[in-house]
């Protein structure tokens, strides 16, 4: 079996959406995703039992649905794989005994993965540029990571990381606040388009000399939470299209900060920006123009390919077959706080 041709199915269920993904080599030839998103809204949030719930009754479907779409049968699968860690725990355990239960039935090798590399090795898929060495910002409603990636599917280094909110979390919050919905994310970047990002001057946390000495690359962003709500309880007559515009503005401002000066200091040449918050328009639109100015790669996964998918899943499922890795054992235990140290499971 050459690991170019290897037909891999990745299942991902961390948190709200039920996906399936189905990729040959490097080559994505299928990603269903069914998100319950809807039901959670009116709770503000994911919360966990709808989420499992949601993913056992989506489960079949989708499974069928992607090898309708990559015009395959199970039978052809050769190796399958599934999101291990990090997320909620009762969403993972649906995807890991289904995925279990496919590799016995089928007798195909299984690799438990870990959803922060997932995120990353989307950009491996239908190009053919070399993947690694390279600075990754991870960005996302649980996430919050500048990660330096040696090899994606064994030597991965956490550079940075939140103290506090995710920066995906910080938009959900604050898009509570301005009334706008749930998820936040795509709230505030609709409004946001006709704010003016530098109305109001909001913090940029954790971006101080003196933070800088032990936090160099470490975000937080409760203090800008704190100085938006206290923005508008002061200024009652606000323009909602400008706070959300200037939220936006500190948040995107910072990660790229410190993303490209990590990238600097490493002397690590590309720059790859990977989860949710990676579909925020203003993120796309800042990065490329300062990562020109710096002289550094951007890699950015497709819109449909950054938020949770089965397509990434798969994508380093079929990496790992590729570097010949020892399959997971079936059986093995789901992570809900898995750090990216463990790449493959």
Request: a negative charge; aromatic letters at 4%.
């Given at each position: 079996m050459k690991s170019s041709g290897v037909l891999v199915l990745g299942i991902e269920t961390s948190c709200d959406e039920t996906a399936v993904g189905i990729v040959r080599g490097r080559k994505l030839l299928a990603n269903v995703i069914s998100s319950s998103v809807d039901e959670h809204a009116r709770f503000g949030g994911v919360v966990p039992e709808i989420a499992s719930r949601a993913h056992l009754e989506a489960m079949p479907n989708v499974i069928a649905k992607a090898l309708s779409d990559a015009k395959v049968s199970l039978k052809d699968i050769d190796a399958f794989a599934v999101t291990a860690g990090p997320g909620l725990i009762g969403a993972l355990l649906v995807g890991t005994s289904s995925a279990a239960g496919l590799a016995l039935a089928l007798d195909k090798p299984l690799y438990g993965v870990n959803h922060l590399s997932a995120h990353i090795a989307v950009d491996s898929l239908n190009s053919i540029h070399k993947l690694d060495p390279a600075i990754a910002l991870l960005v996302s409603g649980g996430h919050s990571s500048i990660l330096q990636v040696n090899d994606l599917t064994s030597d991965v280094k956490t550079l940075g990381s939140t103290i506090d909110d995710a920066a995906g979390e910080a938009f959900d919050k604050i898009a509570r606040i301005l009334e706008l919905g749930f998820p936040g994310g795509p709230a505030i970047d609709r409004e946001a388009k006709s704010g003016n990002p530098d109305a109001i001057e909001f913090p940029r946390g954790l971006t101080l000399?003196?933070?800088?000495?032990?936090?160099?690359?470490?975000?937080?962003?409760?203090?800008?939470?704190?100085?938006?709500?206290?923005?508008?309880?002061?200024?009652?007559?606000?323009?909602?299209?400008?706070?959300a515009a200037s939220f936006q503005e500190a948040v995107v401002d910072v990660l790229l900060m410190k993303a490209i000066g990590a990238a600097k200091d490493s002397g690590i040449e590309t720059l790859i920006i990977a989860g949710g918050v990676a579909a925020n328009s203003r993120l796309?639109?800042?990065?490329?123009?300062?990562?020109?100015?710096?002289?550094?790669?951007?890699?950015?996964?497709?819109?449909?390919?950054?938020?949770?998918?089965?397509?990434?899943?798969?994508?380093?499922?079929?990496?790992?077959?590729?570097k010949g890795?020892?399959?997971?054992?079936?059986?093995?235990?789901?992570?809900?706080?898995?750090?990216?140290s463990k790449p493959i499971f």
């Amino acid at each position: 079996m050459k690991s170019s041709g290897v037909l891999v199915l990745g299942i991902e269920t961390s948190c709200d959406e039920t996906a399936v993904g189905i990729v040959r080599g490097r080559k994505l030839l299928a990603n269903v995703i069914s998100s319950s998103v809807d039901e959670h809204a009116r709770f503000g949030g994911v919360v966990p039992e709808i989420a499992s719930r949601a993913h056992l009754e989506a489960m079949p479907n989708v499974i069928a649905k992607a090898l309708s779409d990559a015009k395959v049968s199970l039978k052809d699968i050769d190796a399958f794989a599934v999101t291990a860690g990090p997320g909620l725990i009762g969403a993972l355990l649906v995807g890991t005994s289904s995925a279990a239960g496919l590799a016995l039935a089928l007798d195909k090798p299984l690799y438990g993965v870990n959803h922060l590399s997932a995120h990353i090795a989307v950009d491996s898929l239908n190009s053919i540029h070399k993947l690694d060495p390279a600075i990754a910002l991870l960005v996302s409603g649980g996430h919050s990571s500048i990660l330096q990636v040696n090899d994606l599917t064994s030597d991965v280094k956490t550079l940075g990381s939140t103290i506090d909110d995710a920066a995906g979390e910080a938009f959900d919050k604050i898009a509570r606040i301005l009334e706008l919905g749930f998820p936040g994310g795509p709230a505030i970047d609709r409004e946001a388009k006709s704010g003016n990002p530098d109305a109001i001057e909001f913090p940029r946390g954790l971006t101080l000399a003196r933070d800088l000495v032990d936090h160099k690359y470490d975000f937080s962003f409760s203090g800008l939470k704190t100085a938006v709500s206290r923005y508008l309880a002061k200024t009652p007559n606000h323009l909602r299209a400008d706070v959300a515009a200037s939220f936006q503005e500190a948040v995107v401002d910072v990660l790229l900060m410190k993303a490209i000066g990590a990238a600097k200091d490493s002397g690590i040449e590309t720059l790859i920006i990977a989860g949710g918050v990676a579909a925020n328009s203003r993120l796309r639109d800042l990065a490329s123009e300062r990562t020109t100015k710096a002289g550094l790669q951007l890699r950015i996964p497709p819109m449909d390919l950054c938020t949770d998918n089965g397509a990434m899943v798969a994508a380093i499922g079929s990496l790992a077959v590729a570097k010949g890795l020892k399959p997971s054992q079936i059986g093995f235990a789901a992570d809900s706080s898995s750090g990216i140290s463990k790449p493959i499971f």
